[in-house]
Structures are given as structure tokens and as C-alpha cells.
């Protein structure tokens, strides 16, 4: 009896603990959490891009969050998004966008900032009633959302891309685009030969031209050296000349300056008697005199020319 009544009990307390195991599974898989305080923001999408329930939510790339609920409405489809804690302070100017990642194409939700908190937005609570909407995101607050990398667009554009790849007249347009490069680099290769014709022209004549300029720098040169040459023999003679004058009055120092002294002597001299014959001149008695001094001496020469003659007789 004891047995019976202990085996009934471990089967009703089994079956509780299964329900209380299965009440907070159901809990947790609804979001609520013991123990922590969270806030939600509402996010408007024209698309969902695939996304579910508990898909996660990043801000600055760390998983913050998770969606929680979508409510699709007749212009957009509301997400409805919980931020684990109140302590994360996001600043209401954000960038929300629906990516799909990983192999599966899981669809989450990607929070950027677009600018820097102020030092009294870091001090609010997301759900106190100080909260400032314009500065930071509350509780409640509407953001729109853009759709990021999206598989389905991403088909969806590849299939438009296909669908236009097949129509006729752009397989003709791509075909004369083909023949036009095909002619143009036909038309470049031509041009290339003659190019490289030209340049090897002008290559040969301005060889012959650097090699007549060089002939004549040469000649130019050596005329230039020989001139150089015969400057530096005419100084070399000026300097021996030079210094051959220099040897020459530094030799004769002596007779020089004895040759001055008696030129400064006799102009002494020739002053002294021309002043004292300036006044027999002026008197007219010397020229007179010496008129009759030289008509006696011709006189004379001519008396001993005769008595010469008559001795050679």
C-alpha cells in the first residue's frame, strides 16, 4: 500500500515538473525573461525579406535583441523588436536594415548610429518617463527600416538580367558591338605599324643629325683648344717679358735715379740761364752779335778753304 502510494506521487510530481518545464519553454520562446528588464522598438518595412520571429537583432554588429512580432499592415509591415537591456542607450539617429545572412538566408536586423550621443542622452532610461525620443530610442519608438542584402532581390534582379539577355535585338546590339571592336582593333594594329615605322625613321635621322652635330663640336672643340693653346703661350711670353722688365729696372734702380737727379739738375740749370738771357734777347744786342760772329766765322772758313787749296797746290 505504502509502495502504491509513493509510486502515484513521483508520477504527479513528474507531471508537474513537465508542466513547469513546458510553461517556461513556452515563456522564454514568447520573450519573456525573469530577472531582466528589456524595451521594444517598432520598426516599419516595406518588405519582410523572409524574416521570423526570434530572428536577431545587432547593434554595432554585438547581437542586442531579437524580433519578437510581425504585424503586417496595407503600407508596411511592422517589426516589432526587444532590446534585452535598458542599459544599452542607442541615439534615435540610426540606420535599420533587414539582411540576410548565412547559408539559409537567416533575414536579421542590423542597427548602424549615425551619429554620437550627448553626454545627457547617456543618462536617460529607455523606459523612464524622462526618455527624449528625438535624442535616443524609447520605449515604443517607430523607426523605418530598409531591406540590405536580400537573396530574393538578388534573384529577382538575375532573373530580370536574364530575361533581357534573351531578347533578339540586344544579342544583335552585342554582336555589332563585337564586330565594331574586332574592326577598331584591326584599325589600332595598323596604326601601331605605322607609328612604329615613323618612330624608327625619325629614330635613323636623328642619329645622322647627333652624329653631324658631333663631327662639327669636334672641330669646333679642337679650334677652340688650339686658340686656347697659342693664349696661354702669349701669356706665358708676357710674363716672361714681365718679368724680365722687372728684373731689368730693379737692376738699373740705381743709374735710373741718378739720371732723374741730373735731369732735375740741368732743367734747374737751363732755367736759371734762360731767365738771365731772357733780357739780352728782348734787347735785340745778342742776335746782332751773334749775326757778325757768324759772318767772321764764315769768313774765316772760307780764308782757310783758300789757304788749303793753295797748300795742295
Not at 16 to 21: D, K, R, S, T
Not at 193 to 213: F, G, K
Request: overall charge negative.
Amino acid at each position: 500500500m505504502r509502495s502504491r502510494t509513493v509510486r502515484e506521487g513521483s508520477v504527479g510530481l513528474l507531471i508537474l515538473l513537465g508542466l513547469f518545464a513546458f510553461g517556461g519553454l513556452f515563456l522564454w520562446l514568447r520573450g519573456l525573461s525573469l530577472g531582466r528588464r528589456s524595451y521594444n522598438v517598432n520598426v516599419d518595412f516595406e518588405t519582410t525579406a523572409g524574416m521570423q520571429p526570434g530572428a536577431p537583432v545587432r547593434y554595432r554588429g554585438v547581437s542586442v535583441g531579437r524580433v519578437v512580432r510581425i504585424q503586417p499592415g496595407p503600407n508596411s509591415a511592422r517589426i516589432v523588436i526587444e532590446i534585452n537591456s535598458t542599459q544599452l542607450v542607442m541615439p534615435r539617429n540610426v540606420l535599420v536594415e533587414a539582411n540576410q545572412i548565412g547559408l539559409i538566408g537567416e533575414t536579421s536586423i542590423d542597427i548602424v548610429p549615425l551619429g554620437k550621443l550627448q553626454s545627457v542622452a547617456l543618462e536617460m532610461n529607455p523606459l523612464g518617463r524622462d526618455c527624449d525620443s528625438e535624442l535616443i530610442l524609447c520605449n515604443g519608438t517607430v523607426l523605418n527600416g530598409e531591406v540590405g542584402v536580400s537573396y530574393d532581390t538578388l534573384i529577382r534582379t538575375t532573373a530580370k538580367l536574364a530575361d533581357r539577355f534573351d531578347t533578339p535585338e540586344l544579342v544583335t546590339e552585342i554582336k555589332n558591338l563585337v564586330k565594331n571592336t574586332s574592326d577598331a582593333a584591326a584599325g589600332v594594329a595598323i596604326l601601331t605599324e605605322e607609328v612604329t615605322e615613323l618612330t624608327d625613321s625619325l629614330q635613323d635621322d636623328l642619329n645622322l643629325l647627333t652624329t653631324s652635330i658631333a663631327d662639327d663640336l669636334g672641330v669646333l672643340s679642337g679650334a677652340a683648344t688650339e686658340t686656347a693653346q697659342s693664349v696661354t703661350e702669349t701669356a706665358s711670353e708676357l710674363e716672361v717679358t714681365a718679368g724680365q722688365l722687372t728684373s731689368l729696372l730693379a737692376t738699373n734702380q740705381t743709374t735710373l735715379s741718378s739720371t732723374l737727379s741730373n735731369l732735375d739738375a740741368i732743367s734747374s740749370d737751363v732755367k736759371v740761364m734762360a731767365t738771365t738771357l731772357t733780357p739780352v734777347i728782348e734787347n735785340g744786342q745778342l742776335i746782332n752779335d751773334l749775326e757778325t760772329l757768324s759772318a767772321n766765322a764764315s769768313e774765316a772758313a772760307a780764308n782757310m778753304r783758300d789757304i788749303w787749296n793753295l797748300q795742295q797746290c
